[in-house]
């Protein structure tokens, strides 16, 4: 059974379109994922959905009374309300429940009315139906499978970084238990370890989902089909990922023959034409030409741009570039037993440990944007950093990607800034277009251009793939691989590395290198 019918959707934004005509069915029983190039309309078409978008054309048509759940990164918190706190808005229809029952009973004390006490019970059954009595222990299992009791219950909301916040909403989400969820990258600021819960807590959810995703690994445990964006097409294929990606290949090569075929047989024709239209045989000439206007022509396939990323190197003077003594990192209070380790010239690190436990407030530290609240940084003459930071924050964020390093890199003109920024595979049109109108995936891609402008020896990446599509993935593999100098990595995808290029793992919670 149908719960979602999309028919005939098309959407343009600015001078992009995203797609024509699209329609497809999400069924009941349907674990959908959704997988594209970064800025084909993925976050977009989650929008469409919910109704916080309208789109151009098509019809959007829900199954009647579902209960839809909504992973809006977006959502307004508020503030001075804890963690717990917000937690428990989960379960505001139970509890408001609870407080009808408890004035029913309340009522009944004084008037004895034995229709009250009918009310209370069936309110009470209700209750009890829907595990109203269980509500902390499903508040506390949620918590430690997304790693939130690092933060802790009493935390206030406002005071929550940009990756616990994140954390949060979904952790909401999931109490509500909706019949139909939609989840935007839910696995970004996740670790391993709570990608695991998460991967496990989809596996057996009752209900469908739509996810979108760039963890391929992710997708391959929790789909049994996926929703393909890709030239202004929605297509649907039924199965895991891997099977939907070998059909995509061979739908792909068949569609090239048959507009292959197509080409060569209109270009046979036309040859005709122009040949015998005004001849002895022009009469057949003038009927080709009919048949030709008629032909309802196969698009041309897309060339889709891939980027090539490289980082300059700048060389360093010693050995070793940085050593770490008996660090001890934090704001008001430690969050971590003091660390001791160096980073060698051309050493790749991998700093490993779950979400919220200090590994961005390390780097943060070791980059001096922290103060230490003890030891200290050694850092060599001559280092220099190259730095991606997770959070998508923009100084200015009306400004175009090409206003943004022509800002940074004043004495460059507009052409080589052009050039790095197409490198990533952003289009003109998206150099063009201001950063808050981007995808996650195309402002990471900015940030990639800007470090490629900077000659580093030391590479510090944290979760830089977050928002990435695959294709974008490979190119920064191969581009952090063939850098001469070093790199520490942080990154929840461990596809994303291996040891066959990582020369040390860090493991924060154990203070100990493996």
Known sequence: MSVLTVTGLSQRFLDKQLYQDASFQVNQADHLGVVGQNGVGKSTLIKIL??????????????????IGYLDQYVNLQPGQTVGAFLHTAFAALYAKEAKMNQIYADYATTMDDELLAKAGTLQQELEANDFYEVDTRIATVVTGLGLDAIGLDHPVDALSGGQRSKIILAKLLLEKPAMLLLDEPTNY?????????????????????????DFDFLENVTNAILDIEFGQITKYTGALHQAMRQKEADHETYLKAYAKQQAQIQKTEAFIRKFKAGSRATAARSREKQLAHVERLTPPGNRAKAHLTFPYQEGQRQILVDVNNLVVGYDQPLLAPINFSIARDEVIALEGFNGIGKSTLLKTILGQLKALGGGVSI????????FEQELDWAIPKQTPLQFLM???????????????????????????????????????VKLADLMLQPSNILVMDEPTNHLDDDTKHALQAGLKAFPGAVVLVSHETGFYDDSWVDTRINIENLQNK
């Open 50 to 67: 919910t109704g916080a978008l309208e789109p151009d054309a098509g019809k959007i048509i829900w199954q009647r009374h579902l209960h």
């Open 190 to 214: 996740l670790d391993v370890s709570h990608i695991a819960w998460l991967t496990e807590w989809l596996q057996n959810f009752e209900g469908a989902f739509i996810v979108i995703s760039h």
């Open 380 to 387: 060599a003459d001559n280092v220099h950093f190259g730095y």
């Open 407 to 445: 800002g940074k890199y004043p004495a460059l003109s507009q052409r080589p800034l052009r050039q790095v920024l197409a490198r990533t595979a952003l289009t003109r049109e998206e150099m063009d277009k201001p950063l808050q109108l981007l995808s996650g995936g195309e402002q990471s891609k």
